[in-house]
């Protein structure tokens, strides 16, 4: 098992920056697809950004450059950096891990999600 803590969120001026960090506890030895997805209020959950076991990354459409998902092995820990906040960017953002097929950590990891409000 594995156990996610964010943190980092708060409330930002649009144009401003914050960096989530995520915190793995338990089975760290597995190997995971790590990503940040986040749910603004009345919407569905969405990707914001993939980080592979291969370090390649993806993000979702709306990202344009604004975000960037990196890891520290050594802290077992992901980061989501946003940099030109904006109001839309308003959301609960909430890391997940994802256990491959076969292995003893199977299955999807959430955590308990960082709220980011961006005031205009």
């Known amino acids: 098992q594995v156990q996610l803590v964010e943190s980092g969120g708060g409330l930002v001026q649009a144009g401003g920056s914050l960096r989530l960090s995520c915190a793995a506890s338990g089975d760290t030895t597995c190997i995971f697809t790590r990503a940040w997805y986040r749910q603004a209020p009345g919407k569905e959950r969405e990707m914001v950004a993939v980080?592979?076991?291969?370090?390649?990354?993806y993000y979702g459409d709306f990202v344009k450059g604004r975000f960037t998902i990196s890891r520290d092995e050594a802290k077992n820990t992901v980061y989501l950096q946003i940099h030109s906040l904006k109001p839309e960017d308003t959301a609960v953002y909430y890391c997940?891990?994802?256990?491959?097929?076969?292995?003893?950590?199977?299955?999807?990891?959430w955590g308990q999600g960082t709220q980011v409000t961006v005031s205009s």
């Open positions: 980080l592979t076991s291969g370090d390649n990354t």
């Open positions: 997940n891990h994802r256990g491959y097929a076969g292995s003893s950590c199977y299955g999807d990891y």
